[in-house]
């Protein structure tokens, strides 16, 4: 009985998607060969991507690279500006969670810069920077922390007091409080941040690297928008939103884990 | 400090507790006196609601009294400290930290300047105190209630507070498991000599554990009623609580307290205040326990 209901949901759960995919494949194919014809066909798309997804890290020239050798920089950049996000976004979350006084005078600054694109940020990046590189980096990083320090914030509020009292019953160094209690109680909250925060970073850097030229996925596809290869946008398309899903997938089975222990 | 043994070791005098400002306050903990001698143990049984709580964590040091004063040998209570160790009512064990490690904080922060091997060890000992040595390397979730408040009278204990304050320790419990850990509680009292301030809602748990019973009245403005010292030799039998004469007369006059003045006196006040006032500090009351 077991053993049938187990192989049955293995099934639904490969056949099901796969009628999704198929499903999407063929309207994408009425709507190329009826409504758009600049919409290239699935099977056009295939035959023009072709070296880029069979040879993935294959480096013809600056600007015809394998799909994961552009996902890979942008994976780099991405990596940088959220590590300087979560560098940022932890201790800054903290701080709002802790004090009544901080929450009360920042948070207002807080819900107004949180909304603002990632457009915006580059030129004011660029501006201070005055290079691509780490006009980049501050993009992706004033962007992607905010989740972050929302959620740490969220998490250093939801201790409970009990934790707390008997931190203080049994006396406990500032140091060992932190790390003992509050740290890992605030821990699960904060990893929920960390992984819409890594989202967010892999939303803005695509913008990032159209509007510097950054070689990256990013700035393949703009450049091959630029040189009318239409097939190339969706293949970076794919290729963008799988690298996500993969990201998304390995954050929240690390978070699945910590919130188990 | 050796003359202090018969004298009041833990000592509340006048002490009055409330919550809120104005018309909307509310007195938990009115004129509480209590004295303690040093290795009592004093059970201090009340209505659910009426303050308990409060008490506990004034005698903690976890929050100051509006009025009055807290002396623990002679020093005025000023905030928690490791002299004073409590047993909360709902276990607050670290959930991320095993039974072992549990103890083990509390080892390592009040006995800092001992080799490793030592706080250890005295972590061991005392999870084997309260026969927990085999579930040493269990989270907090894995455990039973029954299993969760050992630990935690593990930690309380491993600390070596000079009192041990329990708050309704045994009350999430089933009465199986109640039975088994109040028969602990009094082996372990008789080993370690502690002065204990236990706290319940339970008369018959008061009349196998305590030296000394103190009824609190219902709330709010809770006080204490007369003291009922338990002349009756240990190790008590609980299978004798319900005929023999001596528990009758103890829990007969704990109740009487209990149901009479007791419970008088808290209808005496409310009626004595506004409506709205007396619904207020209601609500108030039992969120502060």
Known sequence: ?261 | MADVTNAAFLELSGVCKGYGKGDARSEVLADIDLSVARGELVCIVGYSGAGKTTLVSLMAGLSAPDRGTITLAGKPVKGPSAERGVVFQNYSLLPWLTAFENVYLAVDQRFASWPKARKREHAEKHLALVNLAAARDKRPSELSGGMRQRVALARALAADPEVLLMDEPLSALDALTRATLQDEIARIWEQSKKTVVLITNDVDEALLLADRIIPLSVGPAATFGPAVAVPIPRPRDRKAMNHDARFKAVRNEVIEYLLGPGRRRGAADRAAAPVALANASDSDTVVAA
């Open chain 1, 1 to 261: 009985m077991t053993t049938k209901a187990k192989f049955r949901f293995d099934a639904s759960a490969i056949f099901l998607p796969g009628i999704g995919v198929l499903l999407l494949l063929l309207l994408w194919a009425i709507t190329s060969s009826t409504l758009s014809k600049n919409l290239p066909s699935p099977a056009k798309t295939w035959e023009v991507s072709k070296p880029f997804v069979t040879a993935p890290f294959e480096k013809r020239g600056e600007l015809d690279q394998g799909v994961a050798r552009f996902a890979w920089y942008s994976l780099i950049l991405v990596a940088k500006g959220y590590a300087i996000a979560l560098l940022l976004g932890a201790p800054l979350g903290f701080i709002l969670g802790w004090s009544k006084l901080f929450s009360k005078s920042f948070d207002p600054i807080i819900q107004v810069l949180r909304p603002v694109s990632p457009l915006a940020w580059l030129p004011l990046g660029l501006v201070l920077f005055e290079k691509s590189h780490p006009a980049a980096l501050f993009t992706i990083a004033i962007c992607a922390m905010w989740p972050t320090v929302l959620n740490t914030a969220l998490g250093v509020r939801s201790i409970p007091q009990d934790y707390l009292n008997v931190a203080r019953v049994l006396q406990l160094s500032p140091a060992k409080t932190f790390f003992k209690v509050l740290l890992p109680a605030a821990l699960p909250y904060m990893f929920t941040g960390f992984r819409l925060s890594l989202g967010i970073a892999w939303l803005v850097i695509v913008a990032v690297e159209m509007l510097t030229g950054t070689p990256g996925i990013g700035g393949f596809l703009w450049q091959e928008y630029n040189s009318l290869i239409y097939e190339h946008i969706i293949l970076c398309i794919l290729t963008i939103g799988i690298v996500g899903f993969v990201l998304d997938r390995l954050m929240s089975a690390v978070e699945h884990r910590l919130k188990a222990a």
